[in-house]
């Protein structure tokens, strides 16, 4: 089976490298963008399996608008998508995760910091592994 | 508060005399006056009843009794002064006192002008005006009594008015004794307004530095609770990629490590946890405390409410064997709140509870209304805080010596949080305890938010 590509969109290039070794070590080959626009680029250009995606970058909720993109262009819309939230964040949508999901373009949220093997489990559920 | 602030602002030459205040002296004035009234009635019947003084007494009770119709007016718009400026208000007191300052000087000279030492009255006069206005205006008020009394005397010296006689002997018509009186009253009259006037001074400066701290002291809040907010922000990426790195290490490299090294990393790791915990509340109590947090304000069922949160406590409580005894009205109607700050303060205070409560201790939670006021207790057989620490036990990070002795880790915020919620909804509250006995926490919430500091 080919090695999974994941996609991580963060700005914080320290956050990132913990991210990348949990996944690299369990079997996923890691790019990484560090805003929105790059990330978006990146994901076009490299088609990864997965995106893992910070909501809050530049502003309160610029991961929202990235996903909103993917979701609109052709080639990656159905690329699943993993919201990074930090704990008890002002997104500036108020959004609860349980509620608003539906119409939200990501498939699962999981809050800052991250636990390596709920990560990993979340990531597993999505991909179908 | 910032109403009567910018009050003070924009009448800097009245400091300290609000519309506020002078709605409450007029009332005052008005008060004092009707106790002038009864004490003269009282003087003159007791004098044409008990005394060889014949007076125009008839005459005496037609000014008495016209001073107590404008008192009279003087009560029944009073309320309709209510809405008058400032200014306004200023106007009708000085127009008030002018018509006392008249009214006293035809009741002195029905009493004996010169010859009844009742004209000292007009000090009071003075006094009062001297409180009341800032500024120069006293030294008006006072040379317009002097006029008067003196025009009074002029009049009944020349024969142009009647002197009544108190005693046999007179001394209206002696130019001596009237200018010795004259002399001596004036310097009264002055000197008292120069006294009053300095020590109104002296009090309204006082009064406007105070007030000038107190804006100070807002101001320094604010700002302090504005660091907190970006402190508490800018802290928590770093702190969440410390915790992340530490993690992955952990998940990653863990094995080639010994156990004193991954002990050492998994403290680290607590650690930073902690450090998380503290800059999440700051940041909370800061968007509380600022008000700038959006509430989705629904209506929440107090009983149902607070039963689901015991429920999810209960394990605690039975982990520590502790017992617990509740009693919730279910008479308590619900509460206009965003659900969740309801939630924060009940489950702080309860868990709070339990974890300072030594195991096989009592905890008491009781919820009733009491006048509009839903009242909730939570009380238990605890270790206690001093009294020294209860007056302290609410402010940011502090905690009790007993507490840090019983439980290592503590934020300091959770009851800064607590409180700030509560009062945020116009509540309060409060601690009563003793060391070794136990802790009563006691919340006051008002059923129907009328105003107050929401939103």
């Not at chain 1, 996903?67 to 262009?73: L, P, Q, T």
Request: proline share 3%; aromatic share 10%; hydrophobic share 40%.
């Amino acid at each position: 089976m080919p090695r999974k590509k994941i996609l991580i969109i963060d700005d914080d290039i320290d956050l990132v490298e913990a991210l990348r070794i949990t996944l690299e070590k369990t079997g996923y080959d890691v790019i990484d963008a560090q805003d929105g626009e790059k990330g978006f680029e990146k994901a076009k250009m490299e088609n990864p399996d997965m995106i893992l995606l910070d909501v809050m970058m530049g502003t309160q909720d610029e991961g929202f608008h990235v996903a909103y993109n993917i979701r609109n262009e052709p080639e990656i819309t159905d690329t699943p998508i993993i919201m990074l939230t930090a704990v008890g964040q002002e997104t500036g949508f108020g959004f609860d995760k349980e509620k608003d999901a539906d119409f939200l373009p990501v498939n699962e949220f999981i809050e800052k910091p991250v636990d390596p093997d709920v990560l990993i489990d979340k990531i597993r559920y999505v991909l179908g592994q | 508060m910032n109403k009567i602030i910018s009050s003070w602002l924009s009448n800097e030459p009245f400091a300290f005399l609000t519309s506020d205040i002078l709605t409450f002296r007029i009332a005052w004035t008005i008060r004092l006056r009707w106790l002038a009234v009864a004490g003269y009635l009282l003087g003159t019947i007791i004098a044409k009843n008990f005394s060889s003084i014949i007076l125009p007494y008839e005459k005496m009770w037609i000014a008495l009794a016209c001073l107590a119709f404008i008192n009279l007016v003087y009560s029944i718009s009073s309320r309709w002064l209510k809405r008058l400026s400032f200014r306004g208000e200023i106007f009708v007191l000085q127009i008030q006192i002018i018509i006392d300052l008249i009214i006293l000087t035809i009741l002195v000279h029905y009493a004996g002008g010169i010859g009844n030492p009742i004209y000292l009255f007009y000090v009071f006069h003075v006094v009062l005006s001297s409180i009341i206005f800032p500024g120069l205006i006293p030294i008006l008020y006072a040379t317009f009594t002097i006029f008067s009394f003196f025009s009074l005397i002029f009049l009944e010296y020349n024969g142009y008015l009647n002197h009544y006689c108190l005693f046999p002997v007179c001394n209206h018509d002696s130019s001596e004794y009237i200018y010795l009186v004259l002399l001596v009253f004036t310097i009264t009259v002055y000197v008292t307004a120069y006294i009053c006037m300095v020590f109104m001074r002296t009090y309204r400066n006082i009064k406007k530095q105070i007030d000038r701290k107190n804006r100070e002291l807002i101001e320094s809040d604010r700002q302090k609770t504005k660091f907190f907010r970006f402190a508490s922000h800018e802290l928590k990426s770093p702190v969440i990629a410390i915790k992340s790195s530490i993690d992955s290490f952990i998940r990653n490299y863990g094995e080639n490590v010994d156990e004193r090294g991954i002990n050492l990393i998994k403290r680290a790791a607590m650690r930073s946890t902690q450090m998380l915990d503290i800059t999440q509340e700051l940041l909370e109590l800061s968007k509380n405390r600022a008000l700038i947090r959006k509430r989705k304000m629904e209506k929440v069922n107090i009983p149902q409410l607070l039963k689901e949160i015991i429920l999810q406590e209960s394990i605690n409580i039975k982990e520590k064997n502790q017992k617990l005894q509740d009693e919730i009205s279910t008479k308590i109607p619900p509460i206009i709140a965003e659900k969740n700050d309801l939630v924060k303060i009940f489950r702080n205070l309860i868990n709070n509870t339990i974890r300072y409560t030594p195991e096989n201790g009592k905890i008491e939670i009781n919820a009733r209304t009491h006048r509009r006021n839903l009242v909730f207790m939570v009380k238990d057989t605890g270790i206690g805080v001093s009294k020294e620490d209860s007056e302290n036990i609410f402010r940011e990070f502090y905690r009790s010596e007993n507490a840090k002795k019983m439980v290592n880790y503590g934020t300091g915020l959770g009851l800064t949080l607590v409180k700030q919620l509560i009062e945020n909804y116009g509540g309060k509250i409060e601690i009563t305890s003793e060391i070794n006995k136990g802790t009563t926490f006691t919340v006051i919430l008002p059923l129907k938010q009328g105003g107050g500091s929401i939103d």
